[in-house]
Every structure is written in structure tokens, then in C-alpha cells.
């Protein structure tokens, strides 16, 4: 990858969390698809070195809860990054769209006022179909945005 601007190469964020501490917050509101996220998730922290020890890992009611939650692990300095886990299925009602959107604008807010990376991984899809074909990807994908960000991070610092 190519820094157009001083044509000089880019650099991305190292997938090595040996050295990371990550917490993650998982929605229980549709519990086995959240579960099957985190799953997911921390099958791919291992993977990528994160420690056992170094993982944080807490359930809130429902997506609206995840970012408040996030907000207190941010504020306590103790996590190089956070993961955002939950799933919010389309209904009959309005609700779906305040929920995700207010959900999805809120944890960007607390990354982005906390200077810290969140992986969000919260799912809004049409059907619960569509959850079950997104949880183990999106969960490994989450695992891996956090450690990437997190290193990249540490570089720019």
C-alpha cells in the first residue's frame, strides 16, 4: 500500500496480540447468536496471541447497553482495545432502525472520544438467517480489527 502523498509505503497494524489487552462487550438480546459471536471472537484472539489473562470479557441486556459499557472500560486506560459483540434482527417496528442506529453511532462515539479502536461487531440484519451466516465470521473478523487497530495505533503514537 502506497502513502499517496509522500509516495512513501503505508503501514498497517501488526495481527500479534501477544502484548494487548482487549475487552469485549457482548449484547445477551438474542444470546445464542451473540454467544456464537463471542465465540468466534475469542477463538481468534487466542489465535492471534492475545493471553487469556488479557481478555476482559462482560454482557450488557442489549445493543443499546453495549456502548455505556464500553465507555467505563474505555475510561479506565486498561484496554488496548475494545470489542463491541451483539445482534439486532429487523422486526415489524421502527425500533430495529433507533436501535441500530443509535447503537452503532454510540460506540463510534466512545472510540472516537476515547481515542481507543472498537471493533464493532454489533450485526443488523434482516433475519435471523442472515445472524447465523454473519456470527462466526464477523466475530473472527472483530478479534482481528482489534488487534490490527490496536498495533496500528501504538505505531502512529
Known sequence: MQDSEQGQPGFEGALDGSELTVAIVQARFNDALTSALASACLAELSVLGVPAEAIRHVT???ALEVPLALQALAES???DALIALGC????ETYHFELVA???GSAVTRVGLDHGIPIANAILTVENEAQAWARAEPKGR???RVAVEMANLLKEIE
Do not use: L, Q
Open 60 to 62: 450488557v441486556p442489549g
Open 77 to 79: 486506560n486498561d484496554y
Open 88 to 91: 439486532i434482527i429487523r422486526g
Open 101 to 103: 442506529n443509535e447503537s
Open 141 to 143: 473478523d472483530a478479534a
